[in-house]
């Protein structure tokens, strides 16, 4: 992206929001080791289940654990989970669609009907079943959103090059006698951009959702590795005793997922003239 | 009419076969062989129940026999007896040589699964239809904006989270819903209104709970489709000829605004049942997302296989039905078919 473009993007209030959320929540997973006060998985048995305090901010679970320390933890696994399952789906994503816009012909439709089938089998059974018959695993977790997930840029990336490659500019470059590589990676990609990073961004959100769901059922990260789904597993557990096990990872998983979204939303206003136009 | 839903009907056996195929290869992402611990099949479990998996899909033949005989076995819709010790057939009844009938999991979790599905689309009309309409109507005024704040928060909220919370307020701190199952203890000695009454008590947090990103997505949809319609010139000439602003809206406009909901609610099919795990699974509603969360905690796979291919038959099913109702209410799509 274009300086200039960076600047129109979070000009847009909506987007400026979501972009600080983010950057606080980078900041934080990164720091985590220096900022957390306990280690996260220390088990404290004198310190069984206390109310938030100065000692323990956010309160300790059912082993004495540090809510605080893992929390901060748990920005780590969101933040990986969702960055990676996204980077594996546009990944997939591009490729199929850039192949299935740009040739067309057989190879589109063969694309397109996979397209049809992933996205007839309900997304959260598929990802359990994958589950079921892999262990659950934070990489596999990563792997099965990303395999899982990649169906929408597909169209998208597709869609765009479909409707590129008949505008001049590209003929132009073809009648000089580019070869598709030059045209794929000089014209079409880089005016897809845009809709390709919104989509992105949109789709971190629903990978950390689904992360945080699945490590709620169990299906997910694996204890004693810190996650916001699981620490809310045993805010389920203790609940009628222990509301901060319940309140602060879901609020955290909110506001990250709002970040995303709203950044998300503030791009795709800022830098695409027509969503622009339309909502203005 | 007849012809078109006979090409639609012709073009699901290609995704029906993309499905199986799909189920197949899940079936054998499995480390070695889904009998063994690494895929984290039981390890106490006898060596003949390992033979009768083995046996249940045919692992000791060829990759391509097996998936010849799981297609077949598809195509009659059966999928065996689940693991787990009541061993019931997994999708329908079956009845013994004594004439006792086995109800099958599918058979008794589907109904509850649908009926939920269909609550909370009701529920998702009802509410996200004003909702939109009131948000294209005030467009970037106090309604809109507060609208599509409840828009984002519905979007990013985390169901199991805000279910954790609705069942400590209305159930722990308050006894106002019952926080777990379908019936109360007494269900049986209710009158027919009492038990309508109890059901629904039972289902008002899970029907909430799995309506809740849709609400969010319908709102923002309808707002949208409004503004875009306003925006047309039939919009402008109904106004110039002088036709009250009530008439304009919801005779001209929210009706066209209306009509890609039919598809969209279509595509929300496979969202609906695959979010059936977590409201399920947290309200024990023994619907099809905890017999399939159950299944893959005990990895009883024949059941797993089961509810995949089933979920997916019914998502396609959900499609060719929002596809033939949008061809019925749209004129123009119809004449285009017919042809």
Do not use: C
């Amino acid at each position: 992206m274009r300086r200039d473009l960076v600047i129109k993007a979070l000009s847009n209030p909506l987007a400026l929001v979501g972009f600080v959320i983010i950057l606080g929540i980078l900041v934080v997973a990164t720091l985590a080791p220096y900022i957390a006060p306990y280690d996260p998985n220390a088990i404290d048995v004198k310190a069984i289940l206390l109310e938030p305090s100065a000692l323990h901010y956010m309160g300790t679970d059912g082993l004495g654990r540090d809510v605080f320390s893992r929390m901060l933890y748990g920005a780590r696994i969101s933040l990986l989970v969702g960055i990676v399952a996204v980077g594996i789906a546009t990944a997939i994503g591009v490729v199929l669609g850039a192949l299935a816009g740009y040739y067309r012909g057989w190879i589109d439709v063969v694309i397109m009907r996979m397209v049809d089938v992933m996205l007839s089998i309900p997304t959260f059974f598929l990802i359990l079943a994958v589950i079921a018959f892999l262990t659950p695993s934070i990489w596999n977790i990563m792997i099965v959103i990303g395999l899982t997930s990649w169906m929408g840029v597909t169209r998208l990336v597709r869609a765009e090059f479909l409707s590129l490659r008949e505008r001049e500019f590209v003929m132009a470059s073809q009648t000089l006698g580019a070869k598709d590589r030059r045209l794929i990676f000089k014209h079409l990609l880089p005016n897809s951009l845009t809709p390709i990073i919104v989509s992105s961004v949109l789709g971190v959100a629903s990978a950390v959702l689904i992360e945080s769901g699945l490590s709620f059922l169990g299906l997910g990260v694996q204890a004693p590795q810190a996650s916001w789904g699981n620490i809310l597993t045993d805010g389920k557990e203790y609940i009628q005793f222990a509301w901060w096990l319940s309140l602060f990872p879901g609020l955290a998983i909110l506001i990250t997922v709002l970040g995303y979204n709203l950044l998300g939303e503030g791009l795709r206003d800022a830098l695409d003239p027509r969503s622009a136009n339309k909502n203005k | 009419m007849i012809r078109y839903l006979l090409k639609r009907l012709f073009w699901m056996i290609p995704m029906l076969i993309g499905i199986s195929l799909i189920s197949f290869f899940i079936m054998h992402l499995a480390p070695g062989d889904i009998t063994t611990t690494e895929a984290g099949f039981n390890p106490k479990a006898s060596e003949e129940s390992r033979q009768k998996l083995r046996e249940l899909y045919h692992l000791d033949e060829p990759v391509i026999v097996q998936y010849g005989l799981w297609l077949e076995r598809m195509g009659k819709l059966d999928f065996g007896a689940s693991f787990a010790s009541h061993q019931r057939p997994v999708f329908w009844e079956t009845k013994d040589d004594q004439g006792n009938v086995t109800k099958g999991l599918i058979q008794e979790a589907l109904p509850i699964t649908l009926l939920i599905n269909v609550l909370s689309l009701g529920l998702i009309i009802a509410i996200a239809l004003p909702l939109g309409v009131v948000s294209s109507l005030t467009q970037n005024q106090l309604p809109d904006r507060a609208i599509t704040l409840f828009v984002f928060i519905g979007f990013a909220i985390p169901g199991f989270w805000l279910a954790l919370l609705l069942m400590y307020w209305t159930g722990v701190v308050h006894d106002w819903l019952p926080i777990s199952g379908l019936h109360s203890l007494h269900y049986d000695q209710l009158g027919f209104f009492g038990k309508i009454g109890d059901s629904l008590k039972h289902l008002a947090l899970p029907v909430f709970i799995s309506g809740l990103s849709g609400l969010a997505g319908i709102s923002l949809f309808v707002r949208n489709g409004m503004l875009e319609v306003l925006h047309q010139d039939y919009i402008t000439t109904a106004r110039a000829k002088g036709l009250g602003e009530n008439t304009v809206v919801y005779r001209h406009a929210l009706r066209n605004a209306l009509l890609p909901l039919i598809t969209l609610l279509g595509l929300a099919i496979p969202g609906l049942i695959g979010g059936s795990v977590i409201a399920e699974s947290i309200f024990a509603i023994p619907g099809m997302g905890k017999l399939f969360y159950d299944a893959v905690l005990m990895r009883d796979f024949p059941v797993i296989m089961g509810i995949l291919t089933i979920g997916s038959a019914l998502t396609l099913l959900g499609n060719l039905l929002a596809d033939l109702a949008y061809a019925w209410a749209d004129p123009r799509v119809r004449r285009g078919v017919m042809s």
